[in-house]
């Protein structure tokens, strides 16, 4: 079609991708466009702003490379991978999710270790954290032989893979679930740390006056065939930033579970899992 005004444009491009033959593309494309002209609108978008946002999705790939993607980080920061994760889980979206973003720094092959075992595998200063969880059905049965990936930050706030003075690995496993669901490990309790900020995420958060840290937290990624693959963190209770997340991940159900003891903390949480299809992410850095 030949346009004579603004609001044609949204016609024709619908019209242009009519013959989309994979209909669940044509779904998302045609829903795209139509909120996509329909967000220029409302903003008036001006040609300068237009400029603006290419610059900031060229600076997307830019800043992206094999230990760092800067897309998934712009992503975490509008909300958009906890909506899109809190959409697929908790019964699609119905009940309260049990699930979290996976973040950018789950490594595919983190050392097995056996049940009860530490993961600090290099000199970590920090308070004791003793985990005993288990991993259940909906119907509260235990769900024995489930892989569990666990990974987290030290008490500095620094992921083994951003910090030369930690072992490769450190802070990062592979466990069993045994007869009862029930596994075990014993690390150091870890800290909050700031997102990345070197790229075009940083200098957005910096516009919009937003600090750039996450609350402290330990991530856990449960795998089983013939259930969902149950990708979560759990929040230290009391953080001060467990408010303001900058990537909002922290919901109600994840926070606790973790105590003061005697000489450290401890971590104790029921991971319910839902049916559904095992498979796992592919991982954001080697
Ligand atoms: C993380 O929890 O590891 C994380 C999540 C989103 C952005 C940066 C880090
Ligand atoms: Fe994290």
Redesign the pocket.
């Given at each position: 079609m030949i346009i004579e005004r603004q609001e044609q444009v949204t016609e024709a491009v619908l019209a242009a991708m009519a013959g989309t033959p994979d209909p669940r593309l044509a779904e998302i494309m045609t829903a795209f466009v139509r909120h996509l002209h329909a967000f220029a609108r409302e903003v008036r978008l001006t040609e300068a702003e237009w400029e603006k946002a290419i610059e900031f999705v060229v600076g997307l790939g830019q800043f992206t490379n094999d230990t760092h993607n800067e897309a998934v980080?712009a992503s975490?920061a509008v909300g958009f991978s906890t909506l899109v994760c809190l959409l697929n889980n908790g019964n699609a979206g119905n009940s309260e999710a049990a699930s979290a973003?996976l973040?950018?720094?789950w490594r595919m092959n983190s050392p097995r270790t056996e049940n009860g075992g530490s993961i600090v595998r290099s000199p970590t200063p920090g308070d004791e954290l003793v985990a005993t969880c288990r991993v259940l059905d909906g119907t509260g049965q235990p769900i024995a032989g489930a892989e569990v990936d666990v990974w987290q930050a030290s008490p500095v706030g620094m992921y083994e893979n951003q910090d030369d003075s930690q072992a490769d690995m450190n802070l990062r496993g592979k466990f069993t679930t045994d007869a009862d669901g029930r596994f075990a490990f014993r690390s150091v309790k870890p800290a909050g740390y700031p997102?990345p900020v070197h790229g075009v995420v940083g200098k957005l958060l910096a516009a919009q006056n937003r600090h750039p840290f996450?609350p402290a937290?330990v991530?856990f990624l449960i795998y089983k065939p013939g259930f969902k693959t149950l990708i979560t963190?759990i929040f230290v209770p009391g953080d001060e930033y467990l408010e303001t997340d900058v990537?909002f991940?922290v919901t109600k159900a994840l926070i606790g579970g973790i105590d003061r003891a005697a000489d450290g903390y401890t971590l104790n949480y029921d991971f319910v899992m839902e049916p559904g299809e095992a498979v796992l992410p592919v991982p954001p850095i080697k």
């Amino acid at each position: 079609m030949i346009i004579e005004r603004q609001e044609q444009v949204t016609e024709a491009v619908l019209a242009a991708m009519a013959g989309t033959p994979d209909p669940r593309l044509a779904e998302i494309m045609t829903a795209f466009v139509r909120h996509l002209h329909a967000f220029a609108r409302e903003v008036r978008l001006t040609e300068a702003e237009w400029e603006k946002a290419i610059e900031f999705v060229v600076g997307l790939g830019q800043f992206t490379n094999d230990t760092h993607n800067e897309a998934v980080l712009a992503s975490d920061a509008v909300g958009f991978s906890t909506l899109v994760c809190l959409l697929n889980n908790g019964n699609a979206g119905n009940s309260e999710a049990a699930s979290a973003l996976l973040g950018p720094f789950w490594r595919m092959n983190s050392p097995r270790t056996e049940n009860g075992g530490s993961i600090v595998r290099s000199p970590t200063p920090g308070d004791e954290l003793v985990a005993t969880c288990r991993v259940l059905d909906g119907t509260g049965q235990p769900i024995a032989g489930a892989e569990v990936d666990v990974w987290q930050a030290s008490p500095v706030g620094m992921y083994e893979n951003q910090d030369d003075s930690q072992a490769d690995m450190n802070l990062r496993g592979k466990f069993t679930t045994d007869a009862d669901g029930r596994f075990a490990f014993r690390s150091v309790k870890p800290a909050g740390y700031p997102v990345p900020v070197h790229g075009v995420v940083g200098k957005l958060l910096a516009a919009q006056n937003r600090h750039p840290f996450r609350p402290a937290h330990v991530h856990f990624l449960i795998y089983k065939p013939g259930f969902k693959t149950l990708i979560t963190q759990i929040f230290v209770p009391g953080d001060e930033y467990l408010e303001t997340d900058v990537v909002f991940g922290v919901t109600k159900a994840l926070i606790g579970g973790i105590d003061r003891a005697a000489d450290g903390y401890t971590l104790n949480y029921d991971f319910v899992m839902e049916p559904g299809e095992a498979v796992l992410p592919v991982p954001p850095i080697k």
